[in-house]
């Protein structure tokens, strides 16, 4: 995982809440970083 530069968020897990959080962030023009179990 290579990542550079600040976000405006970081979601961790990509559950039934952490998927949707990310997804409605995104969707508001914020920067997000979606962290979760492999």
């Known amino acids: 995982m290579t990542t550079s530069g600040a976000v405006d968020a970081v979601v961790i897990g ?3 809440n952490g998927l949707p959080a990310a997804i409605t962030l995104a969707r508001g023009d914020r920067s997000v970083t ?3 179990k492999e």
């Open 34 to 36: 979606l962290l979760r």
């Open 14 to 16: 990509g559950g039934p």
